[in-house]
């Protein structure tokens, strides 16, 4: 595909779950960042790949969260024993490497905790 | 927490009109960018500026930056509804090997036809 794709779009679970959200970059790039997005505020930073490896993953809230990029091009965030709190919007985005470049996001997945 | 603040919140102008919205950041900066979101999913890259850059222009957007103030701005000349969306400042820390940006609050657009 030409874009950033997520999937699901949509993902709805239950307190205490174990969810796992999939992004598939941009053929080439090799950066890859997650955000997180709550309602009616800006995404905020989780974690950064260059390449296969984890470059930062300051933004990660807690041990729950864990994210993979095992061959340098689809990654997974997986969140552990869900929380009310972790609902929101998860965007992934890519770039064509290092140095500042345009970030191409995905349409998201929206998770809910119920 | 997030960078940047923006103002206004939010913003409703008459189509034809010119939108004028306002980022602040707090730390020195690689570049700033603006994105704009339509309901509440996947963000398009309008434009960047770069920290050595004053003004930047691109069709009907006009992006200033003043890195002495930590501020930039973001025009909408001549709106149209479809222009109906909310738009985030985003900039990446200089120093910050791995450029993730740093969003703003946002600003929701209100294009009335």
């Known amino acids: 595909g030409a874009g950033v794709s997520q999937t699901p779009s949509n993902k709805v679970t239950e307190k205490g779950k174990y969810v796992e959200l999939r992004c598939d970059p941009i053929s080439g790039h090799t950066a890859l960042y997650w955000y997180r997005q709550s309602l009616g505020q800006g995404p905020e930073f989780l974690i950064y790949?260059?390449?296969?490896?984890?470059?930062?993953d300051s933004g990660l809230p807690n041990d729950r969260f864990f994210a993979v990029r095992p061959e340098g091009s689809v990654s997974t965030l997986k969140i552990q024993r869900t929380e009310r709190g972790d609902s929101a919007v998860y965007l992934c985005?890519?770039?064509?490497?290092?140095?500042?470049?345009?970030?191409?996001f995905g349409p998201g997945t929206r998770l809910t905790v119920l | 927490s997030q960078q940047g603040e923006e103002d206004p919140q939010a913003l409703s102008i008459q189509e034809g009109e010119n939108a004028t919205m306002n980022c602040s950041y707090k730390t020195s900066i690689n570049n700033l960018q603006w994105y704009r979101q339509n309901s509440g999913r996947g963000l398009v890259h309008l434009i960047l500026?770069?920290?050595?850059?004053r003004e930047k222009h691109s069709g009907r957007l006009r992006v200033t930056l003043d890195t002495s103030k930590k501020s930039s701005s973001l025009l909408i000349t001549a709106s149209r509804a479809a222009d109906t969306a909310s738009y985030f400042c985003a900039t990446d820390a200089l120093m910050d090997s791995s450029y993730k940006l740093i969003f703003g609050s946002g600003t929701r657009l209100l294009v009335r036809p």
């Open positions: 985005a890519s770039s064509s490497g290092t140095g500042t470049h345009e970030q191409f």
């Open positions: 790949f260059q390449g296969t490896g984890a470059a930062d």
């Open positions: 500026i770069r920290s050595n850059e």
